[in-house]
């Protein structure tokens, strides 16, 4: 094999193995997308974090420039007139309030591309996924049971006369 | 409220009206009228959620609780306001 023999051979293996990566990406991306529901998402706390984090940024970044806007040139227009509107506001130290305030209020949208993009996020979630579906179930059966146990005084008959359950 | 409201380091006058006075009295008395309506507080608090509400559209926002949301603004509306000049 001369140089260039020896290169075409190398580009041949890196091509194979870069489609042999792309095919089990998809294969997980497609897993991913038939498997999981947001709520899964929002169920575990790694994945969660993720989806807020990247929630906060897109606020932080399409919105909070224009209400930090509105806010400051509303309280800077009241605190230069005479009116008593905005009057103990100063610095605009309750930019942040105001901001967290609608931040609060708004109905939560979240984007699930980040998890396709790069299915390796959801590693953690997808492997725990089974132990954490039969703990939620063992808990269920137990707060039932124990709820019964509480309730047990209700299938009992009260005797007023001595004061107590029979 | 979830986020407290701060006030600076001033004398802050005590509020000698109700909420519900407050909200029906002019922003300005010496300059009450807004063509032909009375500017008062409670005509602002509600322009200024509308302009809220306009801005989170224009984001592609939905709010979840306007209620929630309205009574937010106004508390911090009247939080930071006196209640007279």
């Given at each position: 094999?001369?140089?260039?023999?020896?290169?075409?051979?190398?580009?041949?293996?890196?091509?194979?193995?870069?489609?042999?990566?792309?095919?089990?990406?998809?294969?997980?991306?497609?897993?991913?997308?038939?498997?999981?529901?947001?709520?899964?998402?929002?169920?575990?706390?790694?994945?969660?974090?993720?989806?807020?984090?990247?929630?906060?940024?897109?606020?932080?970044?399409?919105?909070?420039?224009?209400?930090?806007?509105?806010?400051?040139?509303?309280?800077?227009?009241?605190?230069?007139?005479?009116?008593?509107?905005?009057?103990?506001?100063?610095?605009?130290?309750?930019?942040?309030?105001?901001?967290?305030?609608?931040?609060?209020?708004?109905?939560?949208?979240?984007?699930?591309?980040?998890?396709?993009?790069?299915?390796?996020?959801?590693?953690?979630?997808?492997?725990?996924?089974?132990?954490?579906?039969?703990?939620?179930?063992?808990?269920?059966?137990?707060?039932?049971?124990?709820?019964?146990?509480?309730?047990?005084?209700?299938?009992?008959?009260?005797?007023?006369?001595n004061k107590k359950y029979k | 409220m979830e986020f407290p409201i701060r006030i600076s380091n001033r004398i802050v006058k005590p509020k000698?009206?109700?909420?519900?006075?407050?909200?029906?009295?002019?922003?300005?008395?010496?300059?009450?009228?807004?063509?032909?309506?009375?500017?008062?507080?409670?005509?602002?608090?509600?322009?200024?959620?509308?302009?809220?509400?306009?801005?989170?559209?224009?984001?592609?926002?939905?709010?979840?609780?306007?209620?929630?949301?309205?009574?937010?603004?106004?508390?911090?509306?009247?939080?930071?306001?006196?209640?007279?000049?």
């Amino acid at each position: 094999m001369d140089h260039n023999e020896d290169k075409n051979y190398i580009d041949e293996v890196n091509k194979e193995g870069d489609e042999e990566e792309e095919e089990e990406e998809d294969t997980l991306v497609t897993y991913l997308k038939e498997n999981f529901t947001l709520q899964d998402f929002l169920n575990f706390e790694e994945t969660r974090f993720i989806l807020e984090q990247q929630r906060r940024q897109k606020f932080d970044k399409d919105c909070s420039p224009l209400l930090e806007e509105f806010y400051i040139s509303e309280v800077d227009y009241w605190n230069n007139s005479l009116c008593p509107l905005f009057i103990n506001e100063s610095n605009h130290v309750n930019l942040g309030c105001f901001i967290e305030t609608i931040y609060s209020s708004i109905k939560p949208e979240y984007d699930l591309t980040i998890f396709y993009d790069d299915p390796i996020l959801a590693k953690n979630m997808v492997e725990t996924y089974e132990t954490r579906v039969k703990e939620g179930e063992a808990k269920l059966r137990q707060d039932r049971i124990n709820e019964i146990m509480k309730q047990e005084n209700i299938m009992k008959k009260y005797d007023w006369k001595n004061k107590k359950y029979k | 409220m979830e986020f407290p409201i701060r006030i600076s380091n001033r004398i802050v006058k005590p509020k000698t009206k109700t909420y519900r006075q407050w909200w029906n009295s002019p922003i300005d008395p010496e300059d009450s009228l807004c063509g032909n309506c009375i500017a008062t507080n409670g005509r602002f608090v509600k322009d200024f959620h509308n302009d809220i509400s306009s801005i989170l559209k224009k984001c592609g926002y939905q709010i979840d609780n306007e209620k929630k949301l309205k009574n937010e603004i106004v508390t911090i509306i009247y939080t930071l306001s006196n209640d007279s000049v």
